[in-house]
């Protein structure tokens, strides 16, 4: 069956540091892979979105890289600051272009 | 705010009560979906619409459950005879379909079945 896995336990990260997070699937052949970033009690706020063809994706300080033959995704938060501490959510592209969530990992950035 | 509207916020409602939320999309948006997302877990596919017809339901989607979207604008979500286990975020989200892949999603509607 379909899996995308990303890591449930916590990060937490100094500010200034690089916080990296991982997003793993299975069984699947997306066309693109999202992150989102979600803050508690809020919908989804869309990040990134990187194709199959393309391997790394930049937006100021974030970078997401998408290697589709490990079936894996990093997403990198540069310079890190307490304002990005939330929940960031990997999905994926299924038929329809409906989303598949990973469960989310949450990052605590302390000042 | 990403444009998408969602009422209510909260809804407490009692087991077996009907409940109905409803969504307003970004405007020129023509897919519309709906998501179930409960504390710890990323959110859920239920259905999703092009326009006002309804193009694919998840088997998580319970007889219970139905969603219209009749003029390709706003739609509702209505839960039927509700169960504690409904008890959930209850979240929208538009996208302008033709390629266009980002989803926009409202602020959510949070259903606690007593």
């Known amino acids: 069956s379909q899996k995308i896995e990303q890591n449930s336990e916590a990060l937490n990260i100094q500010e200034g540091k690089t916080a990296t997070l991982t997003c793993n699937y299975t069984?699947?052949?997306?066309?693109?892979l999202q992150w989102y970033r979600q803050d508690p009690g809020r919908g989804p706020v869309f990040l990134l979105l990187?194709?199959?063809?393309?391997k790394e994706k930049r937006k100021e300080r974030l970078k997401v890289t998408f290697d589709t033959t490990l079936k894996q995704s990093l997403f990198h938060i540069t310079a890190s600051q307490p304002a990005d501490s939330a929940t960031y959510l990997c999905?994926?592209?299924?038929?329809?272009?409906?989303?598949?969530f990973g469960g989310g990992t949450r990052v605590l950035v302390k000042p | 705010d990403t444009g998408v509207s969602q009422n209510p916020r909260h809804k407490i409602t009692k087991r077996g009560q009907n409940v109905t939320f409803r969504c307003d999309p970004i405007?020129?948006?023509?897919?519309l979906y709906w998501y179930r997302q409960t504390l710890g877990q990323g959110p859920e596919f239920l259905t999703y619409?092009?326009?006002?017809?309804?193009?694919?339901k998840s088997r998580l989607l319970s007889d219970r459950f139905s969603a219209e979207r009749p003029k390709g604008s706003f739609s509702t979500l209505e839960i039927q005879r509700t169960e504690q286990g409904d008890s959930a975020m209850y979240l929208c989200?538009?996208?302008?379909?033709?390629?266009?892949?980002?989803?926009?999603f409202g602020p959510g509607t949070r259903l606690l079945v007593l």
């Open positions: 989200a538009s996208s302008m379909g033709q390629g266009q892949e980002t989803q926009y």
């Open positions: 405007s020129e948006h023509n897919r």
């Open positions: 999905a994926l592209e299924a038929a329809g272009n409906k989303l598949t």
């Open positions: 069984n699947y052949s997306p066309a693109y």
């Open positions: 990187i194709r199959e063809n393309e």
């Open positions: 619409f092009q326009n006002e017809a309804q193009l694919e």
